[in-house]
Every structure is written in C-alpha cells, then in structure tokens.
C-alpha cells in the first residue's frame, strides 16, 4: 500500500476513535501515561494493519487492538495485576458474588450522589474481565454487538459481566455512601 | 412460558439490557410495564440510571492531550518498514523488550531467510518482500508470543476467525510430538496474519501463515535456510503460504512440517 493512501485510511479508521483508545487503556493499565504508552504502540500496530481493515465498526477493529496492546504491556510491566480468566464463576468463590447478589439494593439518590473519586476506587477494583466491559460500554459507549468484538465473547457474555460489573459498582458505592452518611 | 424473565438473573441482564437500549419494542415495552407494576424491578431500574448518570457526570471519557496526537501522528509520517525495530514505544519508559521470548528473535530470522521463499514467481515485487518482513519483525517485537494460549485447535481456529476473518487450518500434532501451544496475530505486509505456535519440548515453533488466495500444496519440499542458528522453512499450501521458525534442530523442523502437511492433507 502506498504511503499517502496508508496515511489516508489511518485519519480515516484510527483518528477519530482515538479518545475511546485512550479511555480503555487508561482503565485497562491503571493510569493515564501508560494508558498513552499502550495507544501508541497499538497505534502502530493499526498503522500496519489498517489495510486489511474491511467493514464493520472500525471503532471496535482499533480497540480490539488497543486491549491485545494492553493485555500485552500488561503480562510484562503488571503481571500481577493481570488475572484474567473466562471462568467468570472464580469470583463467585473468592467472595464477589454475594456483594453482588443482594436481593435489596440502596437507594438510587444515594448512588446518584456518588462523586468521581469513589467511582474511579469502585471501577478500579474491579475484577479486569468486569472493568473492561464496563468501561466500554459506559465510558466508551459501545454497543453490545461492538463489545462482543472487541473482546472475542458471546454477547450472553458480555450482557453477564457488564449487570454484575454494575451490581459490583452499586453494592460498593452503596455502602460508602452509607458509610459517610453514617458518619455525617 | 408467559414471560421472557426466567430467573433473576436473566431478568437483570434483560433490565440492563433496556437501560442500554438494546432491546427490540415488544420486548422494551413488557419491560416498561413491569417497571410500572414491581416495585422491587422499579428500584433496580432507578439504581441502574442512577449508576449510568453518576458514571457520565464523575468518570468521563479521556481525552488525548496535543502531546499523544503528535507522537500517533509522527508513526504515519515515518516509512514503516526496512527499519530494524525502533519505534518511539521501544525507548519508552515503561516498555521493557529485555526478555525478548526465544520465538520473537527466531522469527526476526524470517528477515533474509524467509524472503527467497515467500514471494518467489507469484509476481511479488522485492520491495513487497523487505516489507513483509519488516513488518512481521517490528510486530513480534511488540506482540506477546503467544495471544491466545491453547491446546485446543477448536479454541485457537473460532479465535483467528473472530479476530481476523481467516481461517487457516488449525492442526495439533501432539502424536507426532509437537503439541499445539496456541496463536498469535502478526503483520505481514500490512495485513493481519494468523500464527500458530507449537511446542517441542522446551522449544517454541512459530509458524506463520500468509494468505495467498488460490494456493495449493504443490507437494514441493520446502524451502529451508538457517539463520543464526534458527532453522526456517517455508512451502505453499491450500490458500495460505506458511513460514515455520523455529530454534529446534534442522531434522526436527523439517519433521515437523512433513507432519504438518500431511495432516493437513487429510
């Protein structure tokens, strides 16, 4: 491929996604300066490849290279943060599930209230198979079919993950929330 | 069956499902009317809308600083290949390419053995070749060796389908000594290649397959060079060139792809 028409199709495909790369790096690594390491590095890996782009979302193609960049920048610089497993009943075991499970939530102000910080903490512990489904779809906004793509599961999957990376987040808010009013 | 709500959990992952807008009318709309009707449903709605605009107004999407775009726009304006590994990301901090796995330098063999090979009468221009593995080395140099970690070639073959649209055959010799490891996705030329990766002990064989639409096995023996103490071997098969690299010796490369091709006769 020539030069120029690379260059074209790169302005084309990769810029105007770059603020949804930028986003999921962010999450997936930690923080914003690697978040931005890994988008560039995957930005060359898509200036390689951007030929073999067809059709479909190019927002899922671009991030899809994003989190292989990701999982890879990880496996060397965190690997213990990375435990990434397809077996989603683990979390059941370790204890997860049964903050989730709770038949009565909090009240809905209450979450309303909820400021960054404490989202930011409640979205950081997040197990990485729920965070990065959630942060596609609420932070980036990609629909499920896109979601499904960009991490290689059935859309049963990702509907899964993303309700208890949501149940995870409000039990989590709900109860520091409670906690400071508690307090106050 | 009168409702489509079979348990709690299919009802929250429906009720989500709303709340993302995914759902077709008939079914949005049984849903509005059981949000009218459950108060129990109707609080889980509003903590679900609750959590979405909380989430919209405290965590907002990034945005990339003047800084990112420069260094994302000077990778477009640089030549891509003929160049040994260097890229930006190579000399930043946080990127460490010390414990370069034995099948990433193996690989960057392919650079002058596998050339003669690849594009030979098929009316490739030279040019093409040097990019060709120019690519495939800068991309090993950035890519783990392995991206999807399997035995199974029922799991690694739906994996290059999802990830790349190809599909190569996907065979585990592990009766012939070479168990299937797993795959891998490499540039080649531009475009998106499957590789899969076999184990021989403690050796590690790539083997790379570039799609050439129309190809056969012409039954040839394959073309082998050794580069560095690397062995490479490369042959056409059915729709695909395929490229093995490996550090294992000469004889049990050359076993493996004899074992190669003739399962995938079969």
């Known amino acids: 491929m020539a030069d120029d028409k690379q260059q074209q199709r790169f302005a084309e495909v990769v810029v105007p996604h ?31 490849a951007v030929g073999s782009f067809r059709d479909g979302s190019s927002r899922a193609w671009l991030l899809t290279i994003v989190r292989n960049t990701a999982f890879t920048w990880l496996r060397k610089n965190r690997p213990k943060s ?87 987040l409000i039990a989590q808010v709900g109860r520091a929330q409670g906690k400071a009013q508690g307090v106050a | ?46 903590r679900l809308t609750a959590l979405r605009s909380a989430l919209r107004s405290g965590v ?46 193996v690989a960057a063999s392919l650079a002058s053995a596998g050339t003669a090979v690849f594009l030979r009468g098929d009316g490739s221009n030279p040019n093409e070749a040097n990019n060709i593995v120019a690519e495939h080395r800068r991309t090993l140099l950035s890519a783990n060796p392995i991206d999807v970690e399997s035995s199974d ?43 899969m990766l076999y184990h021989r002990h403690a050796h590690l064989i790539s083997l790379v397959a570039v799609p050439r639409q129309g190809g056969r096995d012409d039954g040839a023996a394959p073309s082998s060079a050794t580069q560095d103490g690397y062995e490479v071997a490369g042959w056409h098969g059915q729709d695909f060139d395929y490229y093995a690299v490996s550090d294992v010796a000469k004889d049990d490369l050359a076993a493996f792809v004899t074992a190669w091709r003739v399962a995938a006769k079969q």
């Open chain 1, 18 to 48: 770059l603020d949804d790369a930028l986003s999921l790096a962010r999450w997936l690594t930690g923080s914003l300066a690697d978040g931005e390491d890994v988008v560039q590095e995957a930005c060359i890996r898509a200036f390689g």
């Open chain 1, 82 to 168: 990375l435990i990434v497993t397809d077996d989603d009943s683990v979390f059941e075991s370790a204890g997860i599930e049964a903050e989730a499970g709770q038949s009565s939530g909090p009240e809905a102000a209450l979450i309303a209230k909820a400021d960054g910080q404490l989202l930011n903490a409640a979205i950081t512990a997040l197990p990485m198979n729920f965070r990065e489904i959630l942060v596609l779809r609420e932070i980036d906004g990609l629909s499920y079919r896109e979601i499904a793509e960009v991490v290689s599961l059935p859309i049963g999957t990702v509907m899964s993950r993303l309700s208890r990376a949501r149940q995870l």
């Open chain 2, 1 to 46: 069956m009168t409702s489509p709500l079979a348990s709690t959990e299919d009802e929250r992952l429906i009720l989500g499902a709303y709340v993302d807008g995914e759902l077709d009318a008939s079914t949005a709309l049984r849903i509005e009317r059981r949000i009218e009707s459950d108060p129990a449903f109707k609080a889980e709605f509003e």
């Open chain 2, 60 to 105: 907002p999407r990034e945005t990339t600083s003047a800084e990112l775009r420069a260094r994302i726009a000077a990778i477009t304006t640089q030549r891509p290949p003929a160049r040994v590994p260097r890229t930006p990301v190579l000399r930043s901090r946080s990127f460490e390419w010390r414990q370069m796995a034995a099948s990433v330098i």
């Open chain 2, 153 to 195: 070639r029922h799991t690694v073959k739906p994996w290059f389908d999802n990830k790349l649209a190809l599909s190569p055959q996907v065979i585990d010799l592990v009766a012939d000594g070479f168990p299937l490891a797993g795959g891998r996705v490499d540039v080649v030329g531009g475009k998106l290649v499957p590789a």
